[in-house]
Structures are given as structure tokens and as C-alpha cells.
């Protein structure tokens, strides 16, 4: 079996949602799980009626609502008829009167609790599967609408929860029965704790959902589709001359994600790593496109994508106690984990380390702090370049290609060998773009 995770904006229309159906029909035979996100922009929408509710505007709430239910009815409007319309619109007539309990509640309370925002946030899933499962039948297909609370189990951590991997497991293999010829429809995003409240799984919820249904159901393989053709060698809209990347490792994603390409999230498909379950993802207006494989043997030497991540702040702490010292910086780090802040890159010298950091909210108590163990100063205005490959580091000729292609751009820090997968260069960030486009045209022509 297959599970096909279909995003927001592949969920923004009829005529996408048609979109997503025609691409689960052809997958029929593979017994298709599909999980869905809310409409496009949706869920930012409900997030804009809690908290104008919370700050007591309950009217302009309640305008906020009547736009989100336009939207919705409109859709089933323009691609259901007779029975299966009237069917439909009176379970979103019932899904909108809870919606609209929560939110007066929320706006005489002036008070939305994270749990509370759960609840509302769920509307987005169950709006959209109950829209896209109603075309399916329409079509003729034979479609199952599963609610994902009944089987993704967490803990209460709303906004974030977590979830009970053994539980949720159990009862996915228990309640999800995928079968060929058979299209199952449910949630991403959403989830339940033990006690039946809502909850959510917070950035990358619904990749997340995914993953762990395929991995419950020890599926195939896990499809990602959205509104780009996979993974690109950077981001277009920065170098337009940019193309899919065939096929990355796990790992070789998982360094892209974390700087700042708009790719997979590594996190949230753990239990696809876990399992061994190759994740591709896809363009939902073109599925003739190959994509990008992701997996533990997807791979060839050498580079395959470059990204970048923009408002760095480099942080110097110069020290004569670090001179054939131990443990300085363990009292270096325990400063940034006091501050909750993640620090990116490290680069050191017998009397000086460089770290990078890309949150500044608690920059003065960090500086504050550092000047209790040595000199320091701060720049601003920095980016990261960060080039991806296997096996960077074992090319002798590598560097020096990557650093004649900066020649005319000055390079504040380097970090190489840390990861198996990954060179990293701090460069100003005027000049970010510049980098990437020489580097671009240095390797991929």
C-alpha cells in the first residue's frame, strides 16, 4: 500500500482537489491512504477568528468564520450534486455550528487556551476530508472517510503534541484497513489524546501524520504531494536556472531542512526513517514528473543542492582562559541553553570561538552572559550557504572548486567535516544571493 499526503495549497480548490482524486484513482491498485491538509490558507484563517475572539471582537470573529465557510461551501457547490450536496452540506452545516460554539465561548472568555486552539484548528482537516471524500463518491469511487483522532494517540502537549508511537501504531493497524481498488481518506494535522481531546502535531503536522501511518502500515512507499516538482538544486525563486534533484538521502534532506531550504522536515518523517520507507515527494499539477526519492539509498557522490539561511548573527567570545583549558565550552553552551536559543555553526581557535545563532529575541541576556567568560561581539546581517552532498568532504578538489567560485565574496566562517553531507560558509547577507548564484553556475552549469 501507498499513502499520499496532499498539502494545502493541493487542497485549495475544487479543481484541485479533482487534481489530488485523478492521482489517487491511478493508485487504486496500491490500495491508496490519503491524508490531507486544510484548504490553502485556511488555517491561518482560523487562527486570525481565535484571536480576534480572544480579544473580545466577537463580530469581526464571527466575519472571519462566514469567510472560512464561504470557501468551503462554495467548493462543494461546484463539484457535488444532488444527494451526495445535500449530504454534505448538512455535515458542514454541523461541523460550523461546533466551530461557532467554540469561538463565542472563546470571545466571552477573552481566553484561547492552547487546548482550545486545538480544537479549533482541527475544523481546517475535518472541512477539507469531508469535501474531498464527498467527490471521491461522487465519482464512483470506493471511499472510506477515517477520522485520524480515533487512531493518532498523543500526549496533551497541545499546539505540539507528541505522539504514543506503540498506541497510535495498535490502533492505526487496528482501524485502518487498506485494501486495493479502495481510496481511505483522513486527517493530517490532527490527533487525540487518551481521553479524546483534540490535539495537534504542530510545523510539518500533516508530513508528520503521514509518516507515521505508512510506518504503522509498513507502507510501500510515502507520497508528499504539494505544489512543487520535488527538491530542487536551490530555491527557484532565487535561482531560477534551478532543477529537481532526482533522488537525497535522508540525511542529505534533513541538512537542507535545517538550513533553510523549504523541503521535508526531518523530523516529521522520523518513522518513515525509521522503517526504511522511502518518501517521494511530487507536484500535484504535474504527476507525470519524476520528483525526488528520498532514502537511505538514494545517493550518488557529490554535491546536489545548495540553500540558504538568512538573518544569522555571528557571536565572537575571545578568552585567555580557553588556552589549554577544558570544559570552556561546555559553560559557552550552557548559556545558549539557558537562553533556549539554538546556536547553528561553531568554529574555534585556542582563545576564540565563532558560533552562529538565528534568533535574536534574547540576544542582550546571551551577550550579557558571554561577557562573564571573555571578550565578545556580535555581527549582524549574516547568511549561511550551506552546500549538500555525499561525501563533500572526501573529494580533495571540492574546496577549492566551492571557494574559486567565491572568490570576490568575503567568507566570515567554514565549517567542514562536522557533517558527512554538508559544507557550510557564513557570508554576508547582501551578498547570500550572489554566492548561491556562482555556486549555482560553478556546479550545476
Avoid at 462566514?66 to 450536496?85: P, R, S
Wanted: net charge negative; hydrophobic share 45%; proline share 4%.
Amino acid at each position: 500500500m501507498v499513502v499520499l499526503k496532499i498539502g494545502g495549497t493541493s487542497m485549495g480548490s475544487a479543481a484541485r482537489m479533482d487534481q489530488a482524486l485523478d492521482i489517487a484513482r491511478s493508485l487504486l491498485p496500491k490500495a491508496p491512504v490519503m491524508v490531507c491538509s486544510a484548504m490553502g490558507g485556511i488555517t491561518d484563517r482560523i487562527i486570525e477568528a481565535s484571536v480576534l475572539a480572544q480579544q473580545g471582537l466577537a463580530d469581526k470573529a464571527m466575519q472571519s468564520l462566514e469567510a472560512i465557510k464561504d470557501v468551503h461551501y462554495q467548493c462543494a457547490q461546484e463539484f457535488l450534486e444532488g444527494d451526495i450536496l445535500a449530504d454534505t452540506r448538512s455535515d458542514l452545516d454541523h461541523l460550523f455550528t461546533q466551530f461557532a460554539s467554540l469561538l463565542k465561548g472563546v470571545s466571552l472568555l477573552r481566553d484561547c487556551s492552547p487546548r482550545s486552539l486545538d480544537a479549533l484548528l482541527s475544523f481546517g482537516e475535518r472541512l477539507s476530508t469531508r469535501l474531498i471524500h464527498s467527490r471521491a463518491v461522487q465519482q464512483g469511487m470506493a471511499s472510506e472517510l477515517l477520522d485520524a483522532r480515533g487512531f493518532i494517540r498523543t500526549n496533551d502537549s497541545f499546539n505540539k503534541a507528541r505522539p504514543d508511537m506503540e498506541e497510535t501504531f495498535r490502533l492505526t493497524a487496528e482501524q485502518v484497513q487498506p485494501a486495493a481498488g479502495k481510496l481511505i481518506i483522513t486527517q493530517g494535522f490532527i490527533g487525540s489524546t487518551s481521553s479524546e481531546v483534540t490535539t495537534t502535531l504542530g510545523r510539518g503536522g500533516s508530513d508528520y501524520s503521514a509518516s507515521i501511518i505508512g510506518a504503522a502500515l509498513n507502507a510501500e512507499e510515502i507520497q508528499i504531494w504539494t505544489d512543487v516538482n520535488g527538491i530542487m538544486t536551490c530555491d527557484p525563486r532565487l535561482i531560477p536556472q534551478a532543477f529537481t534533484v532526482p533522488e537525497i538521502t535522508y540525511m542529505e534532506a534533513g541538512e537542507l531542512a535545517f538550513f533553510g531550504a523549504k523541503v521535508v522536515h526531518p523530523a516529521t518523517i522520523q518513522p518513515a526513517v525509521v522503517k526504511g520507507i522511502p518518501v517521494r515527494v511530487k507536484n500535484t499539477a504535474r504527476p507525470e514528473e519524476h520528483g525526488t526519492r528520498i532514502a537511505a539509498d538514494a545517493g550518488f557522490p557529490g554535491l546536489k543542492a545548495l540553500s540558504v539561511k538568512k538573518n544569522i548573527t555571528v557571536l565572537n567570545i575571545t578568552s585567555s582562559r580557553m588556552l589549554e583549558a577544558h570544559g570552556f565550552l561546555s559553560l559557552l553552551f550552557a548559556v545558549f541553553d539557558a537562553a533556549e536559543t539554538p546556536v547553528d555553526l561553531v568554529s574555534t581557535s585556542e582563545v576564540s570561538v565563532s558560533m552562529t545563532i538565528e534568533r535574536t529575541d534574547r540576544l542582550e541576556e546571551i551577550i550579557d552572559r558571554l561577557k562573564e567568560l571573555g571578550e565578545v561581539s556580535a555581527e549582524k546581517g549574516m547568511a549561511i550557504i550551506c552546500m549538500v552532498g555525499e561525501h563533500l568532504w572526501k573529494d580533495p578538489a571540492f574546496p577549492a572548486k566551492a571557494f574559486g567560485a567565491l572568490e570576490d565574496i568575503p567568507i566570515r566562517m567554514i565549517s567542514l567535516g562536522a557533517s558527512e553531507v554538508n559544507l557550510s560558509l557564513v557570508v554576508p547577507e547582501n551578498q547570500a544571493e550572489k554566492a548561491l548564484n556562482n555556486l549555482h553556475s560553478h556546479f550545476f552549469g
